[in-house]
Every structure is written in C-alpha cells, then in structure tokens.
C-alpha cells in the first residue's frame, strides 16, 4: 500500500520562507513524476509544481514561478517545496502527488494524471 506523508506546514508570516517534505512509503517514484498542489477554502485545488524522474527538470505554475522550489531526494523517496516570499494568498492545505508515469509539460498541473495523494498540510500566511 502506497502512502504519501506530508510535513512541514504552519503559520508564517508574509515574506518569510517554509519548506514542505512529502515522503512515499510502499514503493519508489525514482523514474516518474511528483508534484505539489494546494487547495484554499472555497477554491478548486490547483497545481503549484512538479518534477519529473529521470531527468528532474522542474515546472511550476505562474503564480509561485520565482517564489517556489520543487526537488526531490530519490534515495529517500522524498520530494520537496522549498516556498519562498511567501504571501497570504499561499495560504491553502498544501498536498504531495505522484504518479506511476512520466508526465509531460502539458499534463503535469492536471490533477487526473496523479494516482497517489498525501493528505494535505496547512500553510497559513498572516501578519
């Protein structure tokens, strides 16, 4: 059974910075894709940004572009969101994804193609 574990969320206040961890146990993403997708109330869950397997090249949506940072440690099945000038509307329950292929630009921030979801973590932005 694949499980997906986020940590690393809280209340921060604008500008400051927060690093996301998501680990997968039950099986290994070295060659596919993973991502990051968030969710603020009211709102659809939209792409923030993700990273393909074997060669790692990262893509992100417009609104994070500059701010975030999407990695991966494939040795601990781990990827990262490295966030950055961080703003209040960031704020949104932040979720890991992957999936058993390798996306491409154009599929990548459609949540449809992910098989695998963490169960979110909360990031608040507040002065």
């Known amino acids: 059974q694949v499980q997906m574990v986020e940590s690393g969320g809280g209340l921060v206040q604008p500008g400051d910075s927060l690093r996301l961890s998501c680990t997968a146990s039950?099986?290994?993403?070295?060659?596919?894709?993973m991502a990051w997708f968030r969710q603020a109330p009211g709102k659809e869950r939209e792409f923030v940004g993700g990273?393909?397997?074997?060669?790692?090249?990262?893509f992100y949506s417009n609104s994070v572009k500059g701010r975030f940072t999407v990695s991966r440690d494939n040795a601990k099945n781990t990827v990262y969101l490295q966030m950055n000038s961080l703003k209040p509307e960031d704020t949104a329950v932040y979720y890991c994804?992957?999936?058993?292929?390798?996306?491409?630009?154009?599929?990548?921030?459609?949540?449809?193609?992910?098989?695998?979801w963490g169960q979110g973590t909360q990031v608040t932005v507040s002065s």
């Open positions: 994804a992957a999936t058993s292929r390798t996306l491409i630009a154009s599929t990548i921030g459609q949540r449809g193609e992910y098989d695998y």
């Open positions: 039950g099986r290994t993403f070295t060659q596919n894709t």
């Open positions: 990273i393909r397997g074997t060669l790692g090249n990262t």
